[in-house]
């Protein structure tokens, strides 16, 4: 994430350490991960579309993953960065494995270790451009929380990022109950994503469900949603405004 550009000194000599930049930008780019208790464990849906500027580039990515034996990380943003997250939590996991001690990391110390994480490179000012979201069980206790890029975090019983946040939070505060079925769960996760798939420039209707519960991960097979365009708004949005 952090290059150097060489600069001509007054002898003709390249000095590589005179000026160095940030990523001021990202690159590929993920959109909205929505996340929910229900009454089994934690259910999670993202897109599988990967953005280069505004151009859909990638269509095959997953942005949900396992994260040892009781926690599934997803996120939006920059896919390298993630890529770079995925690679310490490999270390972490496995640096706790080596203890053989028959205890293993809940969600809990995995959301305060990307806390510190993402604080700590945006107090570099070389952030990972992410936004992350934790779940798990550990112990019969469902956990969910999210982190921001420069180190703001929560808990709550559901959780979205990006344009889910503003589209996604809104149905689920009206609609969520802490004893959801499976079923209803993901019927409930459905309504979120095709809300986004159809305000959201970024989301593509192929996208992933994950389902995290005592017994581990299982992450469903890439599919799709019915979707319904006629509606009156989107043939003439124009209708009934000033000007018209």
Known sequence: M?????????????DAEADSQRTL???VTGTSVVAIKYKDG??????????????LRYKNIERMKAIGKHSLLG??????DFQEILRYLDELTLNDNMWDDGNSLGPKEVHNY???????????????WNTLVLGGVKNGEKYLGMVSMIGVSFEDN????????????PILRDE???DLSFEEGVKLLEKCMRVLLYRDRSAINKLQIAKMTEEGVTVSEPYSLKT????????NPTVGAEGS
């Open 114 to 128: 990307l806390t510190r994480v993402m604080y700590n490179r945006r107090n570099k000012f070389n952030p990972l």
């Open 228 to 235: 319904f365009w006629e509606f009156k708004a989107f043939t």
């Open 42 to 55: 934690i259910l999670m849906a993202s897109d599988m579309g990967g953005s280069y500027g505004s151009t």
């Open 2 to 14: 952090t290059f150097t550009i060489p600069i001509e000194n007054g002898n003709g000599v390249k």
């Open 176 to 178: 969520w109950r802490e």
């Open 75 to 80: 996120a939006s943003g920059e896919i390298s």
């Open 25 to 27: 930008y990202p690159y």
């Open 158 to 169: 559901h959780v979205a990022t990006g344009f889910g946040n503003h589209l996604a939070r």
